[in-house]
């Protein structure tokens, strides 16, 4: 089959493309805008594989988007491209609105025109694939305000209560697939996943920024206490189970995505300062380099998944543990740290589609 993957120059959908390309025999189109988000030096073991294509075009720009459409003729669609940064959305929500809300909607629209001119099997079997996140829940109740914090997890039918503008506008996308679905009948698919962690994550993120900034001997700033609590998911399950609901799951139906491994950001930054010991040896602990910084503003306590519905009804479960992802991610950044270079100083973007060499 041939899918159109929107954002799959990002963290995820690099993810997903390397995944499909390297253990399936189908085709993948990336619709990307290639925002500071997206870097192709993530696809380049993936590029040449003659089953890969690349089209930089923003999903705001129906024109395009209906070209794309038109030319590649997918079979499915899974779309990642969004605005993703929380801290970035508090700064400046506009273009979280423009891309996450209106982009979803311009997308969409074309999908809808194109499906219905589908004819037979092509039109029975095609997919819209959106992903999402699990902030669009809100949060949970803390260890430290109950006592059984674990008895409460999202689950697929957990009311809607977005916190920052970055969960507002995926909550307002979700909406739309939703009512894509049940107003012209579009077959879509929602799902909603943890935080996710892995190689090619932008170095703003938690977890590169602190193996970075550790790496350099720079401050490793922690919001607040560090207590807050996160469901950590190893970046390649994710891939693993998006390409098994795109191509196994009930369309109208929403899964939700995660690994069952509940960290609060300080323990995450402790695990990381402790591989690093072994792994780069310095006479200082890397954890003396942990300082506060105040707290993030509406900033969610705790999120954690049940992923029961995925596992139960597609069979899907993560192969990595916290541990285990962990390590290996910390070992991809010791390893490539001619990526993370590149990201930090900006030549991905200057050299990007051979525009300066
Ligand atoms: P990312 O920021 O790494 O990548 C986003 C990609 O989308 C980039 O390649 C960027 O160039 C592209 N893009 C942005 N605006 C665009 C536009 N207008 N048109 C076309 N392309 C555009 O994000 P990510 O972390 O890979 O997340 C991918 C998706 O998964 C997002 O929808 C996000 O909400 C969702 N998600 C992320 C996480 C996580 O932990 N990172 C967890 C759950 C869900």
Redesign the pocket.
């Known amino acids: 089959m041939k899918l159109l993957v929107?954002?799959g120059?990002?963290?995820?959908?690099s993810a997903v493309i390397r995944h499909i390309i390297t253990n399936t025999r189908d085709e993948v189109v990336n619709?990307?805008?290639?925002?500071y988000?997206?870097n192709l030096e993530s696809l380049a073991e993936v590029s040449d594989s003659g089953r890969y294509a690349f089209e930089q075009?923003?999903?705001?720009n129906r024109a395009e988007v209906d070209r794309v459409l038109a030319q590649h003729r997918p079979d499915a669609i899974m779309h990642?491209?969004?605005?993703?940064?929380v801290d970035r959305s508090i700064d400046g929500p506009a273009d979280f609105i423009e891309?996450n809300i209106v982009?979803t909607y311009t997308l969409l629209e074309a999908t809808r025109q194109y499906w219905q001119e589908l004819r037979g099997d092509k039109k029975d079997n095609f997919r819209f694939h959106h992903?999402?996140?699990d902030e669009v829940y809100g949060d949970l109740p803390h260890p430290t305000e109950t006592e059984n914090a674990e008895e409460h997890l999202f689950t697929e039918d957990t009311a809607y209560a977005p916190s920052s503008p970055y969960s507002a506008s995926?909550a307002s996308s979700d909406h739309l697939v939703r009512a894509w679905r049940r107003t012209y009948g579009l077959p879509t698919l929602l799902t909603n996943?943890?935080?996710?962690y892995g190689p090619y994550h932008?170095p703003e993120k938690l977890i590169p920024l602190m193996i970075l900034n550790a790496l350099e001997g720079k401050p490793l700033p922690v919001y607040g206490k560090g207590d807050q609590v996160r469901d950590w998911l190893y970046v390649e399950d994710h891939a693993r189970a998006l390409y098994k609901v795109v191509t196994e799951g009930t369309p109208g139906e929403t899964y939700n995505i995660g690994g069952h491994n509940e960290k609060q950001n300080i323990e995450v930054v402790h695990t990381i300062c402790d591989i690093l010991q072994e792994l780069r040896p310095q006479q200082t602990s890397y954890r003396d380099l942990i300082t506060t910084v105040k707290d993030r503003p509406g900033h969610d306590r705790r999120y954690a998944i049940d992923a029961g519905k995925i596992r139960e009804e597609l069979g899907w479960t993560p192969q990595e543990t916290f541990e285990t992802g962990i390590r290996q991610t910390v070992q991809w950044y010791l390893q490539n740290l001619d990526w993370c270079q590149r990201v930090q100083d900006g030549t991905y973007q200057r050299e990007r589609l051979g525009e300066v060499v």
């Open positions: 929107t954002g120059a990002g963290f995820i959908g619709l990307d805008k290639l925002t988000a997206g075009v923003d999903i705001c990642l491209a969004a605005e993703s940064h891309t982009g992903i999402s996140t995926k996943c943890s935080n996710n932008f």
